[in-house]
Structures are given as structure tokens and as C-alpha cells.
């Protein structure tokens, strides 16, 4: 099975025992985890079906690889991840979108963001020969923006209060990096 290693966790594909285990639905029902995620339907009650569906339709995308996050010390689920070519131009032009969740809020301000964005950063650039990464982060969510810039991800434009968050409009930064610019955190 495939497995990317950081240095605080490893990656591996998102299986149907991370779909059932209530971890995950709890994360997906705790405001503070989803309200900067960009899934809206995530804010408001949502049914196990619902995200059954969501993540059915990651599997079926086959230019999508959804990955659980287990730390390397306890082996516990903590996030999930995922690179995204969109579709067959991305995948074309090598250009990839990729994002994390840290639902496990016992890990939060610990590195594992940085560490779980590196190794899939790594493995999408030397296994997947993707030629340049980016991500969307609202401006509000500062640690996930410090994260991607901390391994080499710069700022590429900002969408000014393009995303409504609990009732404010926020600004929407997108990041790139390409591969040259990847580095690990000392």
C-alpha cells in the first residue's frame, strides 16, 4: 500500500475505515476544524450520507488522490489530505491543486500541517512529476498560510471578499509553488 512519510506523520489513501470511523464525522460536524475548508454545506447539520457522497466522488475522480493523516508516534487518524489535478488540463500542464484538513484538534500548532504539506508536496513533485502545486486559503485561516509558505509556497494573487465565513466576506489567497521552490522546514 502506498504510504508517504513525513518526519510527525504519514500519508496513506483515504480507505472506508476512515469514512466510518466517528473521528471523521465529528471533525465534519466541529465548527472550529471546517470553517475554513471552503465546504459550506460543512457549517449547516450534515447527514453521514452527504459526506459518503463526497468522498465516493473523490474515489471516482480519477485525477484526485484523497489521503488520511495518521501520526507517526500514535498511528491516530488526525487530518486528511488531497492532490487535485481538477481535470485533464491540469493534469496535462502537470499542475496540481492540494490541501489539508487537521481534524484532530489535540494536534493543532504542532507541525503536522507543515510536515503532512511537505510530504505530499514531495511525493506529488517526485512521484507524480507534477510540475508546479497550488492551494486556496481563506485569509483568515493564518496557520494553514504560514504552513504552505513555511516549506517555500508564495502568495500568488488574493480574491478580495470572495468567501463568505460566519456572516464576513474574507479574501481568498492562493498559493503556488513550483518544484524548485519546495523546501523543507529546519
Not at 43 to 48: G, T, V
Not at 78 to 85: D, E, R, W
Not at 155 to 170: P, W
Request: glycine fraction near 8%.
Amino acid at each position: 500500500m502506498l504510504r508517504i512519510d513525513g518526519k510527525k506523520v504519514y500519508l496513506v489513501p483515504f480507505e472506508e475505515k476512515h469514512l466510518v470511523d466517528p473521528a471523521y464525522y465529528a471533525w465534519l460536524t466541529d465548527f472550529e476544524v471546517v470553517r475554513y475548508i471552503g465546504r459550506d454545506e460543512y457549517l449547516k447539520p450534515i447527514q453521514f450520507e452527504k459526506v459518503r457522497e463526497y468522498v465516493e466522488e473523490l474515489w471516482r475522480n480519477r485525477y484526485c488522490s484523497f489521503f488520511a493523516m495518521h501520526h507517526s508516534g500514535d498511528d491516530a487518524f488526525i487530518g486528511t489530505a488531497k492532490i487535485n489535478y481538477l481535470n485533464e488540463a491540469g493534469f496535462s500542464t502537470r499542475t496540481a491543486d492540494i490541501g489539508i484538513m487537521i481534524g484532530d484538534r489535540g494536534y493543532w500548532g504542532k507541525g503536522m500541517a507543515t510536515d503532512a504539506l511537505f510530504a505530499i508536496c514531495n511525493y506529488a513533485f517526485n512521484d507524480l512529476s507534477a510540475r508546479k502545486l497550488t492551494a486556496g486559503a481563506v485569509s483568515a485561516n493564518k496557520a494553514v498560510i504560514r504552513a504552505f509558505q513555511k516549506i517555500g509556497f508564495l502568495e500568488e494573487g488574493r480574491l478580495r471578499k470572495k468567501l463568505l465565513i460566519s456572516g464576513e466576506y474574507m479574501d481568498h489567497v492562493l498559493l503556488g509553488c513550483f518544484r524548485e521552490e519546495l523546501h523543507p522546514v529546519i
